[in-house]
């Protein structure tokens, strides 16, 4: 849901990823047309999205908007900062980490800590440097990676950054981490899991205007084999979102399908087909097209897996 263009971001569709035979009802229209969004599942029937851009909502940089499964509507309530084109993880005591993004022509480095249940927020740690279109991932239970982005809303960035939120936050130090073969931004990226190497890898797709797909070994010591090339996509994309899903029929731990994004071409084109990042031990690392379809043509949206018990889906 959300994403650009702003005229189909209301949509708030749902797909069951396994079964394409599956007719899901959508949940109730998001609460405004927002683009440029961040969000997760906080916890089994809560998910919350945060800050973006609306043309209709001044204040829209600066609300959080959490979904119920309980009450079945959106509630919403104010960050400490707005922000357009945020990144975000979600941590395991329930807070949305909400990172970056700009406001008016300022690209910015605060952060927050987003609780949904006291509809409240409190400061972060600030990033290294102010950036928007940026992606994070939970590297392992306490470690975060921040991998590229833009610093002026239109370059792109190839650094990444490594934070260990077990630290005393008055100790919490950034480090470098290696940096990608190509800058990005309006990426999306994921953890999915080797079988051969026994070991998650960091997967980086789109926003650098080529097909390439970046992977960092996590087991490697200290990332010190950095970025290789991985099976491209097959699409040129800007702005895709990543899910990550536990044992997908057919795979071995975790997978990340792409949802979403603008096909780069001579026409604006959206990408509808979901796709499927997996490694197996006898067949390597590859892509795969998944027969289910989004309806909306969407770019830089949030995508969020959710239990079964969040949606309503039957066999047609």
Not at 201 to 228: A, F, P, R, Y
């Amino acid at each position: 849901m959300t994403g650009y263009p702003l005229v189909n971001s209301e949509k708030a569709e749902i797909t069951d990823i396994v079964n394409a035979k599956m007719d899901c009802d959508n949940l109730k229209d998001f609460a405004q047309e927002v683009g440029y969004a961040t969000g997760g599942l906080v916890n089994q029937k809560t998910f919350l999205i945060c800050g973006g851009y609306s043309t209709t909502d001044v204040n829209a940089g600066e609300t959080c908007h959490a979904f119920d499964s309980d009450d079945k509507d959106y509630r919403s309530f104010k960050m400490l900062q707005s922000r357009k084109a945020p990144a975000s993880v979600v941590l395991d005591n329930g807070l949305l980490w909400v990172t970056g993004g700009t406001v008016l022509s300022t690209t910015l480095e605060s952060t927050e800590f987003v609780d949904e249940a006291t509809e409240s927020s409190t400061a972060g740690p600030d990033l290294p440097i102010g950036l928007s279109q940026h992606c994070m991932v939970r590297i392992n239970q306490s470690a975060v990676i921040v991998i590229g982005g833009s610093t002026d809303v239109t370059n792109r960035k190839a650094e990444t950054w490594i934070l260990d939120l077990d630290e005393d936050q008055s100790q919490m130090d950034w480090i470098q981490g290696p940096s990608l073969n190509k800058p990005r931004r309006r990426h999306a990226c994921g953890l999915v899991f080797d079988p051969v190497t026994g070991s998650n890898m960091v997967v980086t797709v789109g926003g650098s205007e080529d097909s390439t797909v970046e992977l960092l070994d996590l087991q490697s010591q200290d990332l010190d084999e950095g970025w290789i090339y991985g099976p491209s996509f097959p699409l040129i994309l800007e702005g895709p979102s990543a899910v990550t899903f536990m044992d997908y029929p057919g795979t071995e731990g975790q997978s990340m399908i792409i949802v979403g994004g603008s096909i780069t071409g001579e026409t604006v084109d959206y990408l509808k087909n979901l796709y499927l990042f997996s490694c197996t031990k006898s067949g390597g690392c590859q892509w795969n097209k998944l027969k289910q379809k989004l309806d909306t043509n969407i770019q830089s949206p949030v995508a969020i897996l959710i239990p079964d018990a969040m949606a309503s889906c039957s066999a047609p």
